[in-house]
């Protein structure tokens, strides 16, 4: 078992014919991901040779794309500007999961494509500015490292896509059933709380490490979730202790204003729901150590 990809999983890649689509699908095909097709309506009727003597067929459209391959993943390699229409044209075709990796999508255009994917109510989105996710041993779809962790009983949802990649080196040797990274811009498709339920409900997930960053209330509001309705242990680790009020760091979403959103915050809440929150990506792994002894022993 997984959350939202699997062994199973048919890939389509948007955008797979640039030189960053082609280098992920590349990465993605040798992790054992079942890529099955590539769009892009300036090279439709196209094949592309991958090695390992793959090919990949081109198709104009995700539905034409959809309809001949039986995809239901599409992840999205495509320039901000054209982003939207992307993600909408993903939606039309109800593919389940449209992952979008693309940084720098005006907050507008995000804001209509959310929207849209809600009123239509068929496709999970997951981003944008992500990295994907993973399931080790099953499917790879983003830019998550393919040798950065095997399979475990640990689930990961995170905003910041290099706390998700040193988060699962650093449990490297115990594992993951997926990892999820959700994306730090100020709207996001699948949230904390969404990657929360789907672990609970996982039966091959005995833990989850959750890892949140200064700005918003998405953190108290996954503590509250967490207080009534998981059950599973839960570690935590906030990103921007150091920030200084009013800067924005990194990440679109990550700006404090006032007492609202900063790291302090967001601790306390997690602490006040049960969850073991470190002071540092090392620290909060050795808390899930512990947790997974715990849980062995």
């Excluded at 009727?45 to 198709?59: A, L, M, Q, S």
């Excluded at 929207?115 to 830019?143: E, F, H, W």
Aim: charged content about 20%; aromatic content about 6%; some cysteine.
């Amino acid at each position: 078992m997984a959350i939202f990809l699997n062994e199973d999983s048919k890939i389509i890649v948007q955008g797979m014919t640039g030189s960053v689509g082609m280098k992920h699908t590349t990465l993605m095909l040798a992790f054992g991901s079942k890529v099955v097709g590539g769009v892009n309506p300036r090279k439709a009727g196209d094949k592309v040779d991958f090695p390992g003597g793959v090919t990949i067929p081109v198709f104009g459209t995700v539905a034409e794309a959809v309809e001949a391959t039986g995809a239901d993943v599409s992840v999205v390699f495509v320039p901000p500007a054209f982003a939207k229409a992307a993600v909408i044209e993903a939606i039309d075709a109800a593919i389940p999961l449209c992952v979008i990796i693309t940084e720098g999508i005006a907050v507008r255009d995000t804001a209509e494509f959310f929207a849209y994917a809600q009123d239509k109510g068929t496709t999970r989105l997951i981003g944008p500015n992500c990295p994907g996710l993973i399931s080790p041993g099953m499917s790879n779809v983003g830019i998550i490292p393919n040798d950065i962790a095997g399979p475990g009983r640990i689930g990961l949802v995170s905003k910041s896509g290099t706390l998700t990649y040193q988060m699962m080196y650093e449990l490297r040797d115990i594992g993951f059933s997926s990892g999820v990274g959700i994306g730090g811009d100020p709207i996001i498709g699948t949230t904390h709380i969404d990657c929360l339920e789907a672990f609970q409900n996982d039966p091959d997930t005995d833990a989850i490490v959750m890892i949140g960053e200064i700005g918003g209330d998405a953190e108290e509001r996954a503590a509250a979730y967490i207080k009534e309705h998981v059950t599973k242990p839960v570690v935590g680790y906030v990103a921007g202790f150091t920030a200084p009020e009013g800067k924005t760091m990194g990440h679109a979403g990550a700006i404090v204003s006032g007492s609202s959103g900063t790291a302090q915050g967001k601790k306390k809440a997690l602490e006040a729901a049960g969850v073991k929150v470190g002071k540092t990506p090392s620290e909060t792994a050795d808390l899930m150590r512990e947790i997974m002894k715990g849980l062995a022993g």
